[in-house]
């Protein structure tokens, strides 16, 4: 078992492709929920409600509302954690709009979207949890107190979560939030069942 002592450090190719995969993991589950039309947990649940009700670019969207978490990062976590939050951001941000016309979806019932999303971004949040990256946001928040505090990153988000689908309710169909609800519940246990400080923590 890995301590905060002997913590393992990544090489630069190590990292990058760390990020590469962990991202594209996250990336697929959000392309998933958008062809089922529903909503993710954390900042990028609030980037596609907006995407929803806009029109605009999930991707720029997302970008855009992580920009002033950046600055608690680097304060709370140092420029390492920093530059690989944003880099993270930026991947995904970029590969979910890639997705739309590689990876075309004519139909995909909404609790297989939920579920495979909660699987695969929560694994994919995991990842970078382990390079020490996020994706911005909550995560960051979630990281910091689970750091400083031992209160699991998990549950940090998945109280985000219930205050956003609440809000959802008010501007998408019941059905959807609901089905959406499970991918998040499901992303949340991911995380909290698999990062404990005490199991895996790199600097």
Request: glycine share 8%; proline share 3%; net charge positive.
């Amino acid at each position: 078992m890995t301590t905060p002592n002997d913590s393992p450090h990544y090489s630069l190719l190590e990292d990058a492709q760390g990020l590469l995969v962990a991202s594209a993991q996250a990336a697929l589950g959000v392309h998933l929920l958008r062809a089922a039309g529903l909503i993710s947990s954390g900042t990028a649940g609030t980037a596609l409600i907006i995407a929803y009700l806009s029109g605009w670019s999930f991707g720029v969207v997302f970008f855009v509302i992580n920009l002033p978490f950046y600055a608690f990062a680097w304060r709370a976590r140092g420029m390492i954690f920093c530059i690989k939050s944003l880099a993270a951001v930026t991947l995904l941000s970029i590969m979910a709009e890639v997705l739309k016309p590689l990876l075309q979806i004519a139909q995909i019932h909404p609790a297989a979207a939920a579920v495979l999303f909660g699987v695969a971004a929560g694994v994919g949040l995991l990842g970078l949890f382990r390079h020490s990256a996020s994706l911005g946001g909550v995560s960051i928040i979630a990281l910091i107190l689970q750091d400083k505090y031992g209160f699991r990153a998990g549950w940090t988000q998945l109280i985000h979560d219930l205050v956003l689908f609440t809000v959802a309710a008010f501007v998408l169909p019941l059905s959807a939030v609901l089905w959406s609800l499970l991918g998040a519940v499901i992303l949340n246990l991911v995380v909290a069942f698999n990062h404990r400080r005490d199991w895996y923590v790199v600097t």
